[in-house]
């Protein structure tokens, strides 16, 4: 398997070449170089540190091709963008699978690697983690499987716990305490549904009622009558629906509405984007209703700044291999200022985070993240956003 190396590129002048690269805080830990500590490999921060960025390259399925040249794309503007740290950036495919995973990162150790980025699929980081781990080497993966999380792995893709914790907050903020959740039967529906009910429990607010369905027209057709009249019952006043524009989301809303749940008894929240489909957002059912994603002004000077180097937009997972190398660079600028290990689960996992090209995301000592997102409100067929993803963590609980 070959890697494919990037010395450090010329920096570009944008808005993000402070703010995305600027840790919000500082820790500092006693300085080390080239040593093994309990904490993982310490590494010169004075040097250029070798960064694998494990990609899912190398398959034969040409979607995936996509997603691994957009992700590689935007690790170089990110490096291009880096201040007060040099990154050695070397490229690895995984094929996206647990066997490309683990074989690209033995040779990411093999050629020195002091930190990997990736993978994206949580298949390929179940792959990656035992390698890592035998190396004192942690991984930011760009998955956003909860399982995949810890020991040594941080995952950087946003979860559905992470969203509906916004959207709770949201939901409350507005008055309404009885949630309810609607979701597809199956494993992607149950997580959703438990992500759900976590973040309720969390908020203090009530969980009073959670309908599902079989992901099928007359599946649909079938719960969605009993589904609405139990909501109306149990007084819900607002019901995450966790589908999305590709399932079930514009049948169940419908269904739900012709039923007699109306959007003055409960505002339907979307666990899932709604503005990937201008299909969706015409949907009448939805109007009123809203939606968790992160900012859109931010993301549009990331797409614009992409599309003008590489003259096409990128995937949406691009965004995460910038703020992952982004991260990676504040990390050593902060130990070039402050001393010790750039890697460390300490440094980390700093409660302020780092500014994200979406908004401010955090990493928490299990691995998990948290990510500030916009709430976006259906009218007229249109995404308006009417809450902005905050710029920082007012402290590690919020």
Do not use: H
Request: hydrophobic fraction near 45%; aromatic fraction near 6%; proline fraction near 5%.
């Amino acid at each position: 398997m070959l890697s494919t190396r990037f010395s450090r590129l010329r920096p570009l002048r944008s808005v993000f070449a402070a703010a995305a690269l600027a840790m919000l805080a500082a820790c500092a830990t006693s300085p080390g170089a080239g040593r093994v500590s309990s904490d993982g490999v310490e590494v010169d921060p004075n040097q250029p540190v070798r960064v694998a960025l494990l990609v899912p390259l190398g398959s034969a399925d040409p979607s995936r091709e996509v997603l691994g040249r957009s992700l590689v794309n935007a690790a170089q503007l990110a490096q291009a963008d880096l201040r007060n740290a040099t990154i050695d950036l070397a490229v690895y495919p995984t094929a996206g699978t647990a066997e490309g995973g683990a074989a690209a990162a033995s040779q990411a150790v093999a050629e020195g690697a002091k930190i990997i980025v990736g993978p994206l699929f949580s298949t390929a980081t179940a792959g990656v983690e035992p390698v890592a781990a035998g190396a004192q080497l942690k991984v930011i993966s760009l998955s956003n499987n909860p399982e995949v999380a810890g020991q040594g792995v941080y995952i950087l893709g946003n979860t559905f716990l992470n969203t509906a914790d916004r959207l709770v907050s949201y939901g409350m903020s507005r008055g309404l305490r009885n949630f309810a959740v609607v979701y597809p039967e199956g494993l992607e529906g149950d997580t959703a549904r438990n992500a759900v009910s976590a973040a309720v429990r969390g908020r203090g607010a009530q969980l009073v009622a959670t309908e599902s369905y079989s992901l099928s027209v007359t599946g649909i057709q079938a719960a969605a009558g009993p589904a609405a009249s139990n909501l109306m019952a149990n007084g819900a006043n607002a019901i995450v629906l966790t589908d999305g524009p590709t399932g079930g989301l514009a049948f169940i809303s419908e269904a739900m509405r012709n039923n007699g749940l109306s959007s003055a008894q409960a505002q339907f929240l979307g666990l899932q984007r709604w503005d990937v489909s201008a299909e969706a957002l015409s949907q009448p059912s939805l109007q009123g209703g809203a939606f968790a994603a992160p900012d859109p002004g931010l993301m549009a000077a990331f797409e614009g700044r992409y599309r003008n180097a590489y003259g096409e937009l990128p995937q949406d997972v691009a965004a995460l291999a910038y703020d992952a190398i982004a991260a990676v660079g504040a990390l050593i600028s902060e130990a070039r200022a402050g001393g010790g290990s750039p890697f460390s689960d300490a440094r980390i996992t700093q409660a302020a985070g780092f500014a994200g090209v979406g908004g401010a995301f955090r990493f928490a000592p299990n691995g998990l993240n948290q990510r500030n997102l916009a709430v976006l409100e259906v009218r007229d067929g249109q995404a308006v956003v009417v809450e902005r993803a905050a710029r920082g963590f007012e402290s590690f609980a919020n």
